[in-house]
């Protein structure tokens, strides 16, 4: 029997409350599985936009809001369109997002 892996990109990121995180992700395979970790008694947000150059320049970007909202409990959901960037942003305790494309 032969068995074929599909090639698959996983990247983690740490989300502390001071800073958002901004990744580039244009130009990755989508669709695209990002899933929202909140640390103990803390809400992670998830936002995706359309913007050229989003990551590099976020304050003239256009940001939308993920399906899932602002969550407090572990929240996977898909992306199934391409973005060119996403930004994370944390409350109250320091989480953990899982993006894999």
């Not at 936009?49 to 256009?62: D, E, H, I, M, Y």
């Not at 060119?84 to 894999?100: H, I, P, R, Y």
Request: proline fraction near 6%; include cysteine; charged fraction near 5%.
């Amino acid at each position: 029997m032969n068995v074929s892996q599909i090639p698959t990109t996983f990247n983690s990121y740490s989300v502390t409350t001071a800073t958002p995180v901004y990744v580039d992700v244009h130009g990755s395979a989508f669709p695209m599985t990002v899933t929202a970790i909140p640390g103990a008694s803390g809400s992670l947000s998830v936002f995706y936009s359309t913007t050229n150059g989003a990551a590099q320049n976020p304050g003239s970007a256009n940001w939308l809001a993920w399906t899932a909202g602002t969550v407090s409990a572990n929240t996977t959901d898909g992306l199934l369109a391409p973005v060119c960037a996403l930004k994370f942003t944390a409350a109250t305790s320091t989480g953990t997002v899982e993006v894999v494309s």
